[in-house]
C-alpha cells in the first residue's frame, strides 16, 4: 500500500527557513494534486497550499509570500519551503496527494512532522 513519508521538520528560530519534503513509496500509478496543511495544538488541520498535476499554485493567505509548494513528478514528492518562520507556525504539518494506486483514486495523508519557532 502506498505510504508517504515527511521531512524536514524540526526547531528553528524565528526569521528562520525550513524545508518540507514528503514523498510517497509503493506503487503509484497516479497522482494529481499535492497538498500541505498543519495542525497547531488545540487548533483544527488548517490548509496551507496546493500544486495541482500541472504546476499550478494556491496558498492561504497566512503563508502567502512566505511559502513555496513544489513538486517533482519522477520522485513523486512535494515540497514546502517556508521562509521567515514565525512562531505561530509551530505545529505539525502533514502532506496529502490525490492519488490512485490498486485501490483506486483516494487520499492519502503523512504522517506529520513537527516545526517548532523558538530562540
Known amino acids: 500500500q502506498v505510504q508517504l513519508v515527511e521531512s524536514g521538520g524540526g526547531l528553528v528560530q524565528p526569521g528562520g527557513s525550513l524545508r518540507l519534503s514528503c514523498a510517497a513509496s509503493?506503487?503509484?500509478?497516479?497522482?494529481?494534486?499535492m497538498s500541505w496543511y498543519r495542525q497547531a495544538p488545540g487548533k483544527q488541520r488548517e490548509f496551507l497550499a496546493r500544486?495541482?498535476?500541472?504546476?499550478?499554485?494556491t496558498y492561504v493567505n497566512s503563508v502567502k509570500g512566505r511559502a513555496t509548494i513544489s513538486r517533482e513528478n519522477a520522485r513523486n514528492t512535494v515540497y514546502l519551503q517556508m521562509n521567515d518562520l514565525k512562531p505561530e507556525d509551530t505545529a505539525v504539518y502533514y502532506c496529502?496527494?490525490?492519488?490512485?494506486?490498486?485501490?483506486?483514486?483516494?487520499?492519502?495523508w503523512g504522517q506529520g512532522t513537527q516545526v517548532t519557532v523558538s530562540s
Open positions: 496529502k496527494m490525490a492519488l490512485r494506486d490498486r485501490l483506486g483514486w483516494r487520499d492519502a
Open positions: 509503493g506503487s503509484v500509478d497516479s497522482i494529481s494534486g
Open positions: 500544486v495541482t498535476s500541472d504546476g499550478m499554485t
